[in-house]
């Protein structure tokens, strides 16, 4: 057997805190810092401590090149070899090691810049629920969330006095200032209405749907309402349709260039909003949204020009921004609302629309809908664009 080194990895010095009964004893708090490393490698879910050792050889066996396992033994502490394998942060190029190698190679062949891999893979949710997690922050203190967290950041950075900032005039009011008033995160569906086909093609051609493909030598772009870096548009549209007319219920990726509906899954009708639900970790709020809209890049298309580039994640990142809007702005002509968040069970979203994270990778989930009428969750409405009162309730 041959081994190398797995492709990304980070090892972060971290400390934590563990119960001493011995310092409680002496009259401290009992409380004492552990400081140990923490290997996150972009190709592997579990996070591992290692020993001082672990991260010297680590740091010593090469990465591209592979290195025959018995010249390693020759060189090395046959038990720290053997852990680090175990581990998956070596890897072998024989068959026993084959799925942590397969996991590796897809790492490598992405192109990923080591550190956006390991901070995108490790900063993933599973079976998050929000909602609970904000009762027991609630529960460990009852001071307000202002006295708890002190004033936030100035609303603006004042660079000068007031007198002499140069005064500039506002644009007059024409239908995109109309549009733009109308745009308020929705917080508030409405079950009871079903969103029209209609409604659904309009929404998803204005925000994901391609006007026009351009076949250069070797590469098809497609051109779409959004900026996209390098014009790649890596991120796939992947909906959950709840409640909408002439639709089942049920998994869809949509074809920007075909302006179709790949079905991959149904899902009935009475789990449908459960599934929401977990998808956008506790967010009862979006879990009626009638298509709720995962966001999904795939990495491979931006770093093929973007190699190991310090930009390329940021780039997908801000892509997906951008057809968000696209989609509030395209619901919001129609009468309908939007929603994005990033507070997302991304590995439960991959197992439910067969996701590979570093391929594929969940960036955020949206949706859209028609709102209720009655405020249950806060909205931010104070030009009272759509809601009399403000969307205070
Ligand atoms: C990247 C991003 C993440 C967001 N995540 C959440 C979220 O997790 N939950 C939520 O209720 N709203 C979320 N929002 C919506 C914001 O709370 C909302 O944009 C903000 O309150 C301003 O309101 P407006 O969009 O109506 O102007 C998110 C918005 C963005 C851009």
């Not at 084959?98 to 550190?115: C, M, N, P, Q, T």
């Not at 308020?184 to 749907?209: I, K, M, Q």
């Not at 892509?319 to 968040?341: C, K, P, V, W």
């Not at 991959?350 to 209720?372: I, K, N, Q, S, Y």
Request: glycine share 8%; hydrophobic share 45%; with cysteine.
């Amino acid at each position: 057997m041959q081994v190398r080194r797995c492709a990304a990895v980070v090892v972060e010095p971290r400390e934590r805190l563990a119960f001493d009964l011995a310092r409680l004893l002496q009259g401290g708090t009992g409380l004492d810092g552990v400081r140990e490393w923490v290997a996150l490698a972009a190709h592997l879910d579990d996070e591992f401590v290692l020993d001082a050792a672990e991260v010297a050889l680590l740091g010593e066996v090469p990465v591209e090149q592979w290195t025959p396992f018995d010249e390693l033994v020759a060189r090395h502490d046959r038990g720290l070899i053997d852990g680090l394998l175990a581990k998956g942060l070596l890897v072998g190029d024989d068959e026993a090691h084959g799925d942590v190698r397969r996991r590796d190679d897809d790492v490598r062949a992405s192109h990923w810049r080591g550190i956006a891999a390991t901070t995108h893979r490790h900063t993933r949710w599973g079976d998050v629920d929000t909602l609970e997690a904000e009762r027991r922050f609630g529960r460990e203190t009852d001071r307000p969330f202002l006295q708890r967290l002190g004033p936030p950041e100035s609303l603006v950075r004042e660079r000068v006095e007031a007198a002499d900032r140069i005064a500039l005039e506002r644009p007059g009011d024409t239908p995109l200032e109309a549009l733009i008033r109308q745009r308020v995160t929705c917080r508030n569906y409405d079950r009871s209405r079903p969103l029209s086909r209609a409604d659904l093609e309009a929404t998803l051609f204005r925000a994901f749907g391609a006007r026009a493909v351009s076949e250069q030598p070797g590469i098809a772009v497609m051109k779409r309402a959004v900026p996209s870096a390098g014009g790649l548009h890596p991120t796939e549209a992947y909906l959950l349709v709840q409640n909408v007319d002439g639709v089942a219920p049920g998994l869809y990726h949509y074809h920007p260039v075909d302006h179709a509906l790949e079905p991959l899954g149904a899902v009935p009708a009475d789990e449908t909003a459960s599934l929401a639900l977990r998808l956008v970790a506790g967010q009862r709020h979006f879990m009626d949204a009638h298509v709720v809209v995962v966001l999904a890049s795939r990495f491979r298309r931006t770093f093929w020009k973007y190699r190991n580039h310090a930009k390329a994640w940021r780039a997908v990142i801000l892509d997906a921004g951008h057809l968000s809007q696209a989609m509030y702005l395209a619901a919001a002509e129609r009468g309908l609302a939007a929603f994005i968040t990033a507070a997302v069970n991304e590995r439960d979203i991959e197992a439910t629309f067969g996701l590979d994270p570093m391929l594929e990778g969940v960036v955020a989930v949206c949706g859209f809908g028609w709102r209720g009428e009655m405020v249950t969750e806060v909205e931010f409405d104070p030009l009272c664009s759509v809601w009399p009162h403000g969307g205070t309730g």
